[in-house]
């Protein structure tokens, strides 16, 4: 009985993507008829679209070309010592990119740079192979402008064989397309069962573009193209309607890290919903300790007191989604001083520190760059662990570094 079932998926799985390839050169949108995709934003909102199409959230993922790779595959940084036989060297072959392992000078394996996660701090690449995406072994971190081990892979050995699930793309791009499959069909307990995203690679929407935040919008665009002369926004969700709850959830959909239980798939989200309803259980604890400043930038601020006691404070206070947040830390202190006028530092504080920083780096002392608890890397022949820092988004009182 249980290879009828195994059969079954597979017939149907055949007929998934024997109906793709049909009109395989033609582009099939995954998320269906109600988007009008990016592209159709520049004809009137010329400004905004130009301005996203260079942020990081459009460059969360990316096809794996030479330009949209951050990392050297030129000089002597293109390749991570294993041991005196084993290296992992970053190649160029034809039009594609590859990390080939060899072992003794002889290739044992290469896999190519196929889809490209991240853009601000670090980089990491994966490969599709069968229809599941599996991260390459190493990565790409600015602070250190070279190649070391991606989160979790050993310095000792290379590893090709982490699968890339359906999460990741979840907060990193605006679709994919994917079925579930159950890998171990004989179980009759549905929970015990092994459910795996079969995800389809020509239905990958690379980055985060314009519906994943404002949803779907070929209604608005076809209304528009046919009014030009209305100038009200139709058929589209105005974040200058929402309450407060309502623009955070939008943010913290994906920037409140990715430990609580799924009731929703992320790419239902949208800009209105409530994420109470994605997820069981949204952390409302208050240890400081767990929150990692990676990813979890909404629970870090929550803890702030700036944004428990002021109902003014959200995302947008400091950061236009459409734009990098390459502000320098004066323009950032200036937002700060929009609030806090007058800052009364205690003599302590103002006699070991000149008035000019006091005044322009606000954000040097109250939101440190701190080390990820969940992001740490190792470099080619180096003993010890670095560190992965970001600026932390819980705005309160540090030590004072001193230089
Ligand atoms: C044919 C013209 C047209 C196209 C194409 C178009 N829009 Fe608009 N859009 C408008 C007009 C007109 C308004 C109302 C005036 C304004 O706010 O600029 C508007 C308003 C908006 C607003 C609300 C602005 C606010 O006040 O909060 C958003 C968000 C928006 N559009 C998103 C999009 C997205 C996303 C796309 C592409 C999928 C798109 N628009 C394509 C004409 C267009
Ligand atoms: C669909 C998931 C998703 C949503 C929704 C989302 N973000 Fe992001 N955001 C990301 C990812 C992924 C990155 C990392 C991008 C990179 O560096 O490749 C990011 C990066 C950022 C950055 C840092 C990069 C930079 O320099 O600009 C800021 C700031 C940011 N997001 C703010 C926001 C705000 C504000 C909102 C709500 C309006 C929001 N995000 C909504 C996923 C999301
Ligand atoms: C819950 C949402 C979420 C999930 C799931 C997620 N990420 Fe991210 N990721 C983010 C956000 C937000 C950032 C940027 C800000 C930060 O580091 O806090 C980020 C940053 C990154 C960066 C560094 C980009 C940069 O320059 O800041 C890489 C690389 C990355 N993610 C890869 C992955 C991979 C691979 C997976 C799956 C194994 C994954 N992410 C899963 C939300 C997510
Ligand atoms: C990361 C989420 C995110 C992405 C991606 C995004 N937006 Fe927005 N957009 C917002 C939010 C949030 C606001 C409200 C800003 C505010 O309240 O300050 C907004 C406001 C707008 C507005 C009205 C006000 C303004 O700033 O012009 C327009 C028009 C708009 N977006 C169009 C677009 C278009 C077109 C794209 C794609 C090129 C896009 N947005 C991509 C989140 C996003
Ligand atoms: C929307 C207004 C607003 C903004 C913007 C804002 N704050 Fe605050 N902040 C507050 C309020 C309100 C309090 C609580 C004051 C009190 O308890 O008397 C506060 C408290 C603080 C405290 C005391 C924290 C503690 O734990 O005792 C510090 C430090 C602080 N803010 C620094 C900053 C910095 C730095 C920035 C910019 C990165 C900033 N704030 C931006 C409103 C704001
Ligand atoms: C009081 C101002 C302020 C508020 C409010 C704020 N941020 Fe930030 N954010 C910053 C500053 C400052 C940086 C550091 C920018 C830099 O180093 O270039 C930053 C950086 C980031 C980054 C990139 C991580 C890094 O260290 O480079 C992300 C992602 C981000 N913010 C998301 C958010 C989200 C999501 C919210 C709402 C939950 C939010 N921020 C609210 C000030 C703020
Ligand atoms: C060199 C580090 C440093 C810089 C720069 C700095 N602060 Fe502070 N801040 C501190 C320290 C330390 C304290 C606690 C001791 C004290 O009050 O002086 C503090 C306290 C505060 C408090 C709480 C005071 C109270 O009465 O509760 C606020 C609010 C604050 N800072 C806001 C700011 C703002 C806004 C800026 C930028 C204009 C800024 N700080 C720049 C180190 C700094």
């Known amino acids: 009985?249980?290879?009828?079932?195994?059969?079954?998926?597979?017939?149907?799985?055949?007929?998934?993507?024997?109906s793709c390839a049909n009109k395989s050169d033609e582009y099939?949108?995954?998320?269906?008829?109600?988007?009008?995709?990016?592209?159709?934003?520049?004809?009137?909102?010329?400004?905004?679209?130009?301005?996203?199409?260079?942020?990081?959230?459009?460059?969360?993922t990316a096809p794996g070309t030479r330009e949209n790779i951050l990392g050297d595959f030129d000089s002597a940084k293109h390749i991570f010592i294993y041991d005196a036989d084993t290296k992992l060297v970053m190649e160029k072959r034809n039009d594609s990119l590859y990390q080939v392992l060899y072992k003794n000078g002889k290739e044992v394996e290469a896999h190519?740079?196929?889809?490209?996660?991240?853009?601000?701090?670090?980089?990491?690449?994966?490969?599709?192979?069968?229809?599941?995406?599996?991260?390459?072994?190493?990565?790409?971190?600015?602070?250190?402008?070279?190649?070391?081990?991606?989160?979790?892979?050993?310095?000792?050995e290379a590893s090709f064989s982490r699968k890339i699930g359906k999460e990741c793309f979840a907060c990193h791009s605006s679709n994919i397309g994917s079925r579930f499959i159950t890998t171990n069909s004989d179980s009759i307990n549905f929970l015990s069962m092994d459910v795996e995203d079969f995800m389809n690679e020509k239905t990958l929407v690379y980055g985060i573009d314009c519906e994943r935040c404002h949803g779907p919008a070929k209604k608005h665009v076809n209304y528009h193209l046919k009014f030009p002369n209305v100038k009200?926004?139709?058929?589209?969700?105005?974040?200058?309607?929402?309450?407060?709850?309502?623009?955070?959830?939008?943010?913290?959909?994906?920037?409140?890290?990715?430990d609580k239980l799924k009731v929703k798939s992320r790419f239902e989200f949208r800009p209105g919903d409530n994420l109470l309803d994605y997820f069981r259980g949204v952390p409302k604890s208050n240890d400081t300790t767990n929150y990692d400043v990676h990813g979890n930038q909404f629970l870090l601020l929550s803890q702030s007191k700036c944004f428990t006691k002021s109902e003014a404070i959200d995302c947008m206070t400091c950061h236009n989604p459409h734009e990098n947040a390459a502000k320098s830390m004066a323009s950032y202190s200036k937002i700060c001083m929009s609030c806090h006028s007058i800052v009364k530092h205690n003599s302590a504080t103002t006699k070991s520190i000149s008035d000019n920083l006091l005044k322009n780096n606000c954000i040097e002392c109250h939101m440190p760059k701190q080390p990820?608890?969940?992001?740490?890397?190792?470099?080619?022949?180096?003993?010890t662990i670095s560190n992965y820092s970001l600026r932390t988004h819980r705005i309160a009182t540090y030590p004072i570094r001193t230089k």
């Open 372 to 383: 990820s608890k969940s992001i740490k890397f190792q470099q080619s022949g180096h003993q």
């Open 28 to 60: 099939i949108d995954p998320r269906g008829t109600d988007y009008a995709g990016s592209e159709s934003c520049i004809q009137c909102h010329q400004a905004t679209y130009q301005m996203a199409l260079k942020s990081a959230h459009y460059k969360a």
């Open 112 to 156: 190519r740079f196929d889809i490209i996660f991240g853009i601000k701090h670090a980089q990491t690449a994966a490969y599709w192979d069968s229809n599941y995406p599996y991260e390459l072994p190493i990565s790409y971190y600015k602070s250190i402008n070279n190649w070391a081990t991606s989160p979790g892979f050993s310095e000792k």
């Open 232 to 258: 009200t926004a139709y058929a589209m969700v105005l974040y200058d309607t929402l309450k407060r709850q309502q623009k955070l959830d939008a943010c913290a959909l994906c920037h409140s890290g990715n």
């Open 1 to 18: 009985m249980k290879n009828t079932g195994a059969h079954f998926i597979l017939l149907l799985l055949t007929v998934f993507f024997s």
